[in-house]
């Protein structure tokens, strides 16, 4: 399995909702991340697990939550969203830092906050 | 810091032809990663090809090659006999050799494969 699968693919949700994107790998990779994107832009770093541990956390308003419950496994819990929050939010997992071998990211979970 | 840009937002090509994505970074480190990421319709990030900043010789993945030039800090990806599945959105992405772990993407190439 050399995949990284992301659900789901799409989800509307309100502001007042709680909700969590899920993530999965089971390629043995011990670094997981969360990405948020918007349209025509790069990529932007919000967390970073290394071995099941949070390593970084880029300035992330507390209205999302990570959690790892285990090696193949990255959930990102949303609660009181903004409408600016809608993106497409992007998982990805590496072996160890991802200098060799890059990283493998899913196909991402597009959220729309109404 | 490390910046990554890309000066062309969009470009074309026609089926078959040959097109070079530039790209430029700043950075006061000496051994360091490149990447190439090409992100079609699909979503997924895809990576492209790859550097290591302390090879001189430049990487090349079957029609997929690099212009690496360290001293003036630029990375173009050159893609031979374009594919219609070579559209997509192309990020340069650069990483630090000693922390790795975190990618600085440019602003990206929207590339377009004439039929």
């Known amino acids: 399995d050399t995949e990284v699968t992301q659900t789901p693919k799409h989800l509307v949700m309100g502001m007042t909702n709680k909700k969590s994107l899920k993530c999965e790998q089971h390629m043995g990779h011990r670094a997981m991340y969360w990405y948020k994107q918007k349209a025509k832009k790069p990529p932007e770093l919000m967390f970073v697990?290394?071995?099941?541990?949070?390593?970084i956390n880029e300035s992330v308003p507390s209205r999302f939550s990570p959690e790892c419950p285990n090696s193949s496994l990255l959930n990102l819990h949303l609660h009181a969203l903004q409408p600016e929050d809608s993106a497409l939010y992007l998982c990805?997992?590496?072996?160890?830092?991802?200098?060799?071998?890059?990283?493998?990211f899913g196909s991402g979970t597009r959220l729309t906050v109404v | 810091a490390q910046t990554v840009t890309q000066s062309q937002p969009e470009m074309s090509v026609q089926e078959a032809e040959t097109v070079t994505l530039s790209c430029t970074y700043d950075?006061?480190?000496?051994?360091?990663?490149l990447f190439w990421y090409k992100q079609p319709p699909s979503r997924q990030m895809i990576l492209v090809i790859r550097?290591?900043?302390?090879?001189?010789q430049n990487a090349t993945e079957n029609r997929f090659s690099v212009n690496f030039q360290k001293a003036a800090k630029s990375f173009s990806l050159k893609i031979s006999d374009s594919q219609l599945g070579d559209t997509a959105m192309y990020f340069c992405?650069?990483?630090?050799?000693?922390?790795?772990?975190?990618?600085?993407f440019g602003t990206g190439t929207s590339l377009t494969v004439i039929p």
């Open positions: 950075t006061s480190e000496n051994n360091y990663y």
């Open positions: 550097q290591e900043a302390y090879k001189q």
């Open positions: 992405a650069f990483m630090k050799y000693n922390t790795g772990n975190q990618f600085y």
């Open positions: 697990y290394s071995y099941e541990k949070l390593s």
């Open positions: 990805a997992s590496s072996q160890d830092s991802g200098k060799i071998y890059g990283y493998t």
